[in-house]
C-alpha cells in the first residue's frame, strides 16, 4: 500500500475518449429490462415541462404527411403504425425534406403493410434509391413479411421488438404514436434536448448515459399523449434546440435548462457544450476500379455506338450480405492503393470480367473505345471509397444471353437499354458515375462530330 496518495494517484492510468463509429439511432438502446418509469419527486417539474413543451408543439408542429396518417381517428391503428413504422425509418440519418417526397412516393405505391409485404426486394431498392444505409429498406421488407405471416401488427414496444430491424426507438415512436402506449423515445434531437435540460456532461455514448438518458426521458412521458410528447420532444430538437444555434430565447422550456443556467454564470459554459462532442472513428479509406462497359451492336457506326440507343450498359448485383447488399452496380473491383494507377486497374478489371462473367475482353469482344473518365470519391458511414471510373464499349462475339447463362451463379448480371438507366434506382455513388460517363460521351461526340468521319473512325479503334 502507498504511503502517499497523491503518489498513488498520479500513478493511476487515465481514461481517454475513445472515438465514437457513426451511431444508427436504434444503437441507442434501451437498458436491459427497461420500463417506463413515471412521474418522481426527482423530476418536481416534470408536469409544467409536459404542458409547455405540447402547448409549444401544438402551436408549432410541422405540417408533415405522416403526422397526418398518424393522427387519432384516422383509419385502423396498423395503418397508422405503419405510416409511423415507414416514416421513422426513412427518417434516420436523413434530413425531413429528404423523406418527404420519398414517404409520398413509398405510399403511393405500397400503402399497407400487406401491400409492402408482396413487393421484392429489387423494388424496395430502386425505391429507396438515393436515400442511403439501404439495410434499412431491408429490414423494412423482412418486417412487413414477417408481420403478415404473424396476421397481426404488435402494438405494444415489447412486441415490436421482435420485429426485423425494429429496435428500441422505432419500438417506441410507433407505440407511443400509433398505439398510445406510454413509453419514450431516444433519437439525437432527444438526446440533445435531455442533455442541456439535465447538463448532462457525460459522454452520450457510452451505455450507462444512454441509460440515463432512456430513465429521465420515460419520466417525462405524457401520460395522456404519449406520441405527442414524443413527437414534441423531436420538434423541438431538429428546430429550435439545434446542434451549433439553439433558440433559447424562443424555446418553451428554457425556464427549466439547467445548461442555459450555467451558462448564464459562467461565461466559459455555453449551452452548445451540451451534449458533449465525441470525435468520430476516421473512415477506412478503399480504393475501387469502375468499369462502365456498354455492349454495343456492331462496329460500322461510330457515332451511334456512343450514343448507345440500341444498346446495352452492363451491371452486376452485389451479394445479398454487407455494403449495398442486392443493389445493382457498374463492374468494380476493390484495388490495393499502390495499384491504383491505370495498368493495374486494367489489368484487374479484365480478370475479374473474365473469371466471374465470362469477357474476355481479348478473345470474346472487339474493343471499340476504352478510355479513363476520372475518379470520384464516395463517402459511406464508414468508408472514404476513391472509385477510378473507366468507360468501355465493347462489341461482344457471342450473344448476349449467352453470356448471362455462362456467368457464375453468385453473381447476377444483367443489361439495361441506355434510356432505362436515367429511370433505374441506383445509389447516389453508381448515379454519379453514370452521370460521368455521360458528360464523357456527350463531350466526346461533341468532339467527333467535327472530326471527318474516316479519321473519326480510325481515332476511335486506336
Known sequence: MDKNPKAANKRRPIRKPRAAASVDIEDLTAPSGYRALGPTSAVAASATVRAELLRWYDANRRDLPWRRAAE????????????????????????????????CRWMARWPTVHSLAAATQEEVNEMWAGLGYYRRARFLLEGA????????????????????????????????IAFNEVVPVVDGNVVRVMSRLYAIPDNPKESST??????????????????????????????????????????????HCQALVLSSQNASIKVTDYPRVVAKAKPRSDFAAVCVVQIAQGLDQVIADMIGKDNFFLFIKRPEE???????????????????????????????????????????????????????????????LTMFVEFMILNLKDDVDQLCKEGKDSIKVKFIYDDAVESMGLTSGIRKVYNMVKAFKEKRLSEQSQVPARKRSRRLKQ
Open 322 to 384: 454487407g455494403l449495398l447488399a442486392g443493389l445493382w452496380e457498374f463492374p468494380s473491383i476493390l484495388v490495393d492503393e499502390g495499384k491504383t494507377d491505370l495498368p493495374n486497374r486494367r489489368k484487374e478489371m479484365d480478370k475479374y470480367l473474365k473469371q466471374l462473367l465470362c469477357i474476355d475482353v481479348k478473345q470474346r469482344a472487339s474493343v471499340i473505345l476504352r478510355e479513363d473518365v476520372g475518379q470520384h470519391v464516395h463517402i459511406f458511414s464508414h468508408i472514404r
Open 145 to 176: 413479411k414477417q408481420i403478415v405471416e404473424k396476421g397481426k401488427f404488435p402494438c405494444t414496444a415489447s412486441t415490436l421488438r421482435e420485429v426485423r430491424g425494429i429496435g428500441d426507438y422505432t419500438a417506441g415512436a410507433i407505440a407511443s
Open 72 to 103: 387519432p381517428g384516422r383509419g385502423r391503428g396498423e395503418e397508422r403504425a405503419y405510416a409511423v413504422w415507414v416514416s421513422e425509418v426513412m427518417l434516420q440519418q436523413t434530413r425531413v425534406p429528404v423523406v418527404v417526397d420519398y414517404y
Open 210 to 255: 444512454v441509460k440515463r438518458f432512456w430513465e429521465l426521458t420515460g419520466q417525462l412521458v405524457d401520460p395522456l399523449r404519449p406520441g405527442d410528447f414524443n413527437q414534441a420532444m423531436m420538434e423541438l430538437g431538429a428546430t429550435l434546440c439545434s446542434k451549433t444555434k439553439p433558440g433559447c430565447s424562443q424555446c418553451p422550456i428554457s425556464s
